[in-house]
């Protein structure tokens, strides 16, 4: 115990001695107390002893000159013969071995000897000496700055031969001024040090700061940025440090100005898709950062869901993240999950790269490799990907796909597929088909004066129902492509328009192309003048249109295209078709085809005028002249022998014209139904009557039809001399037409319950009845049977809001002969339409001949829709393919799903009714549903569905089972039952850019055997 009690005041007594004696020293002179410390540091090296001297002398000399340069290098001198050098600081270590030799210490002597006697001849023995290189080692290991050797140089050749004023700091340290605020502040002036508190803010360029407290040294140009402690303990205000488009949120943070060098404890930021948490970040002056202790994930919670754990990343900011081993975390549990190396990009951007294929089996076409490839990003306004499949079988398949948008501009893309399928037919054969796709769509922006615009879907006949088409390729049976451009004629009423049109029928295989240029006119008033003048001759107009088309088709049924047979067509078929009796492919075949082409040139040119008469009467009379050009001429023999016409053909110019004349007038009229309690029936009628008259155009006189004997009986037929050409000829018989029609309106005032009295407010509301109820048909006085045609009846009307219903008839007043019955059934198998009005055979006014019944219902919350598409509005894209994304949501809302609507519902019943005379009557009737139903907040159903009556079975359907699982989405897509019966689980990572981070399990029905 006294041993203890001895020990202990000595180390008192010694502590005293040693250091609060030397507080009570006066230094007499700064080179004896320096000496003084050398000879208590008698460890330290040679070149650590020069290293505290020349820093010495450094502060000397920065009295007069206030140099940052010196200020940095004094310290890092210091710092350099600190004997507290760390393992793990293997630099510094280096260095410190590299410089502990004679010749170094001697050229530190004579730099220290130079500067104090301002020596230039000691000053020229130093040059080419390494001194100066490593002096900028040491500030470069030791110190907070970067500097050159030769900086160093001729900053001490520049003292020497002006003195000390000229390395004196002459401007302002910062490259930007320092913008700062807080709530409150202090400033202690002898060390040049600033501390911000509470909502502290600091602004320097392009860098924000923001934490709860900020310190700013500005003799080491260093700021320090941390939270502060609340009541609870909890740290609030943590630092937010912004560097341009990048954002860090730190717990701690130190960051040099002048160097851009920083420390930056517990960070989060973001990058891309991705967030990066890193225990301590080293910022450097480019653009990499350096991290340790790190955790990438794209969820967004403080603890992620998953994540994927690295001791070491490096990031470069809006490019990409590399990282060394990593493994995998669910829920941070680490899992046996891998890697030796990542590379996660950050680019909002596209940026090239490897498309990773999918794997897995089909039962008739053997193990493949499907949809990888290459994404190839080739400037801001393109992007190419070129993906490929192959089958062990010896299938394989390539598909290339062009991306391009210029803003304000235009945009499109193009995609080409072809698919070789090789698949083991039931007799253990190959059965091998060739199937392709191009598609193409384009458009442009409409403010100039041209447009251009184009929609391609060309695809072989089997394409969608062998390939992973969607839903809505694969239930229709047609595609249709079109190309067109668009000229107007700034100044004047001119413009010009062309198009290229492919019908494609996907059941029988017929394809139509079709090819327009057309020349127009829009409509001029040349006597309107400058007066306001109402009259049939200011208001006379005349327009234009000129239009020449051709068409090109493998429909071999049209071309036999006359009325009768002919001798030239009685041989083979002119194709061969297949076993499901489609002709050969149009587009497949183009060569064969063109010399079956057909074109033409019409000129339009209607001239009308318009005028009131009593009030309320509107009339309207015109004039339209119409030209056909035709580029042959067809005469007619009949042939005995062959009971059939010899068509001979001659290739020469043919124009024939017609011309016709009308005058219609249309009124409105009003009727009100007043019913007790105020509420008001409007019935508004508008009755229409046109008379039109046409010459007859088959008169020998024009010499555009030929009576063609087609029988042996001498039956004849007027036969246009241009038959079958791409325009009608003009037409034959006279005609004195009058056209009637009616149109209704019916419409309910009544009482507004919700009427309250406010000023501006209606009593009544507006209560549509039926939106259109209306009645048309034509009586031609000059024929010779059938004067009247067949009357037609539609009308529409919306019901409780969300129904829609639309119905139609057609009514026939005449009867119908029976021509020949079935001897064993007494159907009868032939009929003739009578000129004799069913009034008078059968006592009736008119025989129902088509009806269509349209009934379609939506139902979801109020406003459903509408907060949809707002919130689809009002997202800003980053980039062009989130910018894209979101125009394809817009265009097909249905195929997305939305997680904020509780459910909707859709549904739509058709009905059609069909009987002429005596045919059998035919009833068609389908019902059809899709919706979708937010089981809670998380799960979704989507359905879609239908019912065909006739056929007494369901239709296409789909159910999609969908939940929400915040940065993952899990999805069940399931096709119960038809040809397409399937099944698709997955549970995925919702980024993009952790795309292939998934897990999947699927019965396709692409992979069995078809």
């Known amino acids: 115990m006294n041993r203890s009690f001895i020990f202990f005041g000595l180390l008192f007594i010694w502590f005293q001695l040693f250091f609060l004696g030397a507080n009570h020293t006066v230094k007499a002179d700064s080179r004896e107390i320096l000496e003084e410390e050398l000879v208590l540091k008698d460890s330290l090296t040679e070149i650590q002893k020069e290293a505290l001297i020349l820093a010495e002398t450094l502060d000397d000399l920065n009295e007069v000159t206030d140099s940052f340069l010196l200020t940095d290098m004094a310290a890092s001198l210091r710092a350099f013969a600190n004997d507290k050098v760390f393992k793990a600081e293997r630099g510094k270590i280096v260095l410190r071995e590299r410089l502990d030799n004679p010749e170094t210490v001697e050229q530190f002597k004579i730099f220290n000897q130079m500067i104090l006697q301002e020596d230039k001849g000691l000053m020229e023995q130093l040059i080419g000496t390494p001194i100066f290189e490593d002096l900028a080692d040491i500030v470069y290991e030791f110190g907070t700055d970067e500097v050159e050797g030769k900086t160093i140089s001729e900053t001490f050749g520049s003292y020497l031969e002006d003195g000390a004023i000229l390395i004196s700091q002459s401007e302002d340290k910062f490259q930007f001024p320092i913008d700062y605020v807080s709530d409150s502040s202090w400033t202690d002036v002898i060390n040049q040090e600033m501390v911000l508190y509470n909502n502290a803010e600091i602004v320097y360029g392009s860098k924000v700061l923001k934490a709860s407290e900020i310190r700013v040294n500005f003799a080491t140009n260093t700021v320090t940025a941390l939270g502060i402690p609340d009541s609870t303990g909890v740290l609030v205000g943590q630092p937010v440090f912004k560097d341009g488009p990048a954002v860090y949120n730190a717990r701690e943070m130190i960051y040099n100005l002048q160097t851009e060098k920083g420390l930056i404890r517990g960070i989060v930021t973001e990058e891309g898709d991705g967030i990066v948490q890193s225990r301590l970040m080293k910022k450097t002056p480019g653009e990499s950062i350096y991290m340790g202790g790190n955790i990438y994930t794209t969820c967004n919670l403080e603890h992620p869901h998953y994540a994927i754990r690295a001791r070491k990343m490096k990031l470069v900011p809006q490019k990409h993240i590399v990282s060394g081993p990593f493994n995998f975390e669910l829920n941070e549990i680490s899992?046996?999950?891998?890697?030796?190396?990542?590379?996660?990009?950050?680019?909002?951007?596209?940026?090239?790269?490897?498309?990773?294929?999918?794997?897995?089996?089909?039962?008739?076409?053997?193990?493949?490799?499907?949809?990888?490839?290459?994404?190839?990003?080739?400037?801001?306004?393109?992007?190419?990907?070129?993906?490929?499949?192959?089958?062990?079988?010896?299938?394989?398949?390539?598909?290339?796909?062009?991306?391009?948008?210029?803003?304000?501009?235009?945009?499109?893309?193009?995609?080409?597929?072809y698919r070789k399928v090789v698949a083991m037919a039931d007799d253990g054969s190959d059965d091998i088909t060739n199937d392709y796709r191009l598609a193409w769509t384009h458009s442009m922006d409409s403010k100039n004066s041209f447009s251009f615009s184009a929609s391609v879907n060309l695809a072989s006949t089997d394409y969608n129902r062998n390939n992973l088409a969607n839903s809505n390729d694969y239930l229709s049976s047609t595609s249709n492509s079109n190309v067109r451009f668009s000229k107007t004629f700034q100044g004047t009423p001119f413009s010009t328009t062309g198009s290229v049109r492919l019908n494609q029928n996907l059941v029988n295989g017929i394809e139509t192309l079709q090819g327009d240029l057309g020349l127009n006119m829009t409509r001029v008033q040349p006597f309107k003048g400058k007066s306001n003048k109402k009259d049939p001759i200011s208001q006379l107009s005349i327009s234009y249109t000129g239009s020449l088309q051709g068409e090109m088709t493998n429909d071999t049924t049209r071309f036999e295209n006359f009325p009768f047979d002919v001798v030239n067509n009685r041989t083979e078929p002119i194709v061969e078709y297949d076993s499901l009796n489609r002709p050969p492919s149009l587009i497949e075949n183009l060569g064969f085809y063109s010399n079956f082409i057909n074109y033409g040139v019409q000129h339009n040119i209607p001239i009308s005028t318009n005028f009131t008469l009593l009030k309320y009467f509107n009339f309207t009379p015109s004039f339209t002249y119409r030209e056909v050009w035709s580029p042959e001429r067809f005469e007619y023999t009949y042939n005995e022998e062959e009971n059939a016409v010899e068509v001979e053909k001659f290739n020469e110019f043919t124009r024939q014209y017609e011309y016709s004349t009308a005058i219609g007038?249309?009124?409105?009229?009003?009727?009100?139904?007043?019913?007790?309690?105020?509420?008001?029936?409007?019935?508004?009628?508008?009755?229409?009557?046109?008379?039109?008259?046409?010459?007859?155009?088959?008169?020998?006189?024009?010499?555009?039809?030929?009576?063609?004997?087609?029988?042996?009986?001498?039956?004849?037929?007027?036969?246009?001399?241009?038959?079958?050409?791409?325009?009608?000829?003009?037409?034959?018989?006279?005609?004195?037409?009058?056209?009637?029609?009616?149109?209704?309106?019916?419409?309910?005032?009544?009482?507004?319950?919700?009427?309250?009295?406010?000023?501006?407010?209606?009593?009544?509301?507006?209560?549509?009845?039926?939106?259109?109820?209306?009645?048309?048909?034509?009586?031609?006085?000059?024929?010779?049977?059938?004067?009247l045609s067949t009357i037609r009846v539609s009308g529409n009307t919306t019901l409780f809001k969300n129904i829609s219903l639309n119905f139609g008839a057609t009514l026939d007043p005449y009867a119908y002969d029976a021509l020949e019955t079935d001897p064993g059934t007494g159907e009868v198998t032939r009929q003739n339409r009578t000129g004799t009005f069913l009034w008078d055979a059968e006592g009736r006014l008119v025989d129902l001949t088509n009806a269509n019944l349209s009934i379609s219902a939506n139902f979801s919350p109020k406003g459903s829709k509408e907060k949809k598409e707002s919130k689809v509005e009002q997202y800003q894209p980053k980039n062009d393919l989130e910018a894209a994304i979101k125009d394809d949501i817009l265009r097909n809302p249905d195929l997305y799903m939305d997680f904020s609507v509780p459910w909707s519902l859709n549904l739509s019943y058709n009905l059609n009714y069909t009987q002429r005379g005596f045919e059998e009557r035919t009833i068609t009737q389908s019902l059809t549903f899709r919706g979708e139903l937010g089981l809670t907040e998380k799960w979704r159903v989507n359905y879609s569905s239908g019912y065909d009556f006739t056929r007494g079975d369901f239709s296409y359907t789909t159910i999609d089972l969908s939940r929400d699982l915040h940065c993952w989405q899990m999805s069940f897509n399931w096709i119960p039952f038809g040809e397409r019966q399937s099944y698709n689980f997955t549970i995925a990572v919702k980024s993009s850019m952790l795309s292939d981070l998934k897990i999947e399990k699927r019965d396709s029905w692409y992979d069995r055997t078809r």
């Open 335 to 417: 899992l046996p999950l891998g890697f030796v190396y990542g590379l996660f990009p950050s680019q909002r951007n596209p940026s090239s790269g490897f498309i990773m294929p999918s794997y897995g089996e089909s039962s008739d076409r053997g193990f493949y490799l499907r949809d990888g490839g290459f994404y190839f990003s080739i400037s801001d306004y393109a992007a190419v990907q070129l993906l490929g499949e192959i089958y062990t079988l010896g299938g394989w398949g390539l598909r290339s796909r062009i991306d391009y948008r210029k803003r304000y501009a235009f945009n499109g893309n193009f995609d080409l597929n």
């Open 665 to 787: 007038s249309t009124t409105r009229m009003y009727a009100f139904y007043n019913f007790k309690g105020g509420s008001t029936l409007r019935h508004q009628m508008t009755p229409s009557l046109s008379f039109s008259y046409r010459p007859n155009f088959a008169d020998s006189q024009f010499g555009y039809y030929e009576n063609v004997q087609t029988d042996p009986d001498g039956t004849t037929r007027e036969v246009s001399t241009i038959q079958g050409s791409t325009f009608n000829s003009p037409g034959a018989g006279e005609n004195a037409s009058l056209s009637f029609s009616l149109g209704n309106q019916f419409e309910l005032k009544v009482r507004d319950k919700n009427y309250t009295g406010e000023e501006g407010q209606d009593k009544f509301k507006k209560v549509k009845i039926l939106n259109s109820l209306s009645l048309s048909g034509s009586y031609n006085f000059l024929a010779d049977s059938l004067n």
